[in-house]
């Protein structure tokens, strides 16, 4: 079973004060770590508390946290008593919600180091509406077309006389479109304009498969879907700078969104793409495993494409299921 399973390094699911936790046998000795943390667990034989370190602060002591075990109990209980306040600080920082929907506390994580004969990783970009991923996506692949692509996606409406199936879209039916999403291919699709759009994980292979860095722009929803052992994402989230950053570097520009075309950014633009992002960071920082400051486009797009092939080139921590 899994409480039984020895983990070597995992991926903290939740934050951890210990302070605050009433059921620390002592609160000195906790180690207190954020959702996102890769943790290396060096002591496992009590069944409650296991002992861990940090990988980004190896030269600290062993702390305690609270077992895999533990945190399932806690969890458990936590369901049965949804109405009451719970008393586990633990729980009461993150919602149950986020529990329910990730599964395990700890996510057991490995070193991966990618060989030049696998397939590159996919990238995934996350950010608030108005951030600017798309603008970025589009940076990367114009800068460098001959590494980076997107997927093809697939989509209802008409073809155009300038574009060609295959190229801009794959144009299929209405018919094929809902069957697809029934079958679950999409990562992700959309309605605009009445029409759908939609991103199928068999484009993204054929990217990949032609050993070119794959670059999507996801709804964070997607990032569960996204998260195999074929794909073996990295996820970036753009984040955005703060208000008074984007009020001096977004005065001119201009919001092109589904809702929004050519609208100038105004205040209330700037709280919405705030709020979203702190929500977004909220719920999925887990999965992050980069974050970039869209502070302009162009060191944006500098720092990515660093990030990116570091991505690629250098060992990074993947959910040890990702490997078999
Ligand atoms: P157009 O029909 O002008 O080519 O695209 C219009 C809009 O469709 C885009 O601005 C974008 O909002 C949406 N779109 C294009 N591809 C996709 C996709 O793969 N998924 C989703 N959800 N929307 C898309």
């Given amino acids: 079973s899994i409480c039984n399973h020895t983990m070597l390094f995992a991926r903290a699911m939740a934050d951890y004060w210990p302070q605050q936790d009433p059921a ?20 496992q034989s009590d069944s409650l508390w296991w002992q861990a370190r940090k990988v980004s602060d190896l030269s ?41 929907t990730v599964g395990a506390p700890y996510e057991e994580v490995v070193r991966y180091q990618r060989r030049p004969c696998d397939r590159h ?9 108005g951030v600017g991923v798309n603008e970025l996506r589009k940076q990367l692949i ?6 980076f692509q997107s997927p093809i996606p697939h989509t209802t409406r008409q073809k155009k006389t300038y574009e060609e199936n295959g190229r801009e879209y794959f144009f299929v039916s209405k018919e094929t479109f809902e069957s697809m999403v029934y079958s679950h291919s999409f990562l992700e699709y959309g309605e605009y304009n009445g029409h759908m759009y939609g ?3 068999e ?13 999507v722009d996801l ?17 970036i989230f753009v984040k955005p700078p703060s208000k008074s950053c984007m009020r001096e570097t977004r005065k001119n520009a201009f919001i ?9 950014f105004k205040e209330e633009d700037l709280q919405e793409i705030e709020e979203s992002a702190k929500k977004m960071e909220a719920q999925f920082s887990q999965f992050f495993d980069q974050i970039v400051v869209n502070d302009n486009l162009q060191s944006a797009t500098v720092q990515l494409m660093s990030i990116i092939h570091r991505a690629q080139d250098e060992p990074q921590w993947i959910p040890a299921s990702w490997i078999c």
Avoid: W
């Fill in 24 to 43: 620390i046998p002592c609160a000195d000795a906790g180690l207190p770590f954020q959702k996102g943390d890769i943790l290396q667990i060096v002591d």
């Fill in 60 to 100: 600290r002591c062993a702390g305690l946290i609270p077992s895999n075990h533990l945190l399932k109990r806690r969890s458990m209980r936590l369901c049965r008593r949804k109405t009451q306040n719970s008393q586990s600080s633990f729980y009461s920082r993150c919602p149950t919600s986020c529990y329910h």
């Fill in 121 to 129: 990783r996919l990238i995934i970009l996350i950010g608030p509406s």
């Fill in 142 to 147: 114009d800068l460098n077309p001959l590494v």
């Fill in 199 to 201: 991103t199928n994980v």
């Fill in 203 to 215: 484009s993204i292979k054929a990217v990949l498969d032609a050993g070119m860095i794959c670059i």
């Fill in 219 to 235: 709804e964070p929803q997607g990032i569960t879907g996204a998260r195999t052992h074929e794909l073996k994402p990295y996820i």
């Fill in 256 to 264: 092109i969104t589904d809702y929004y075309v050519n609208m100038k």
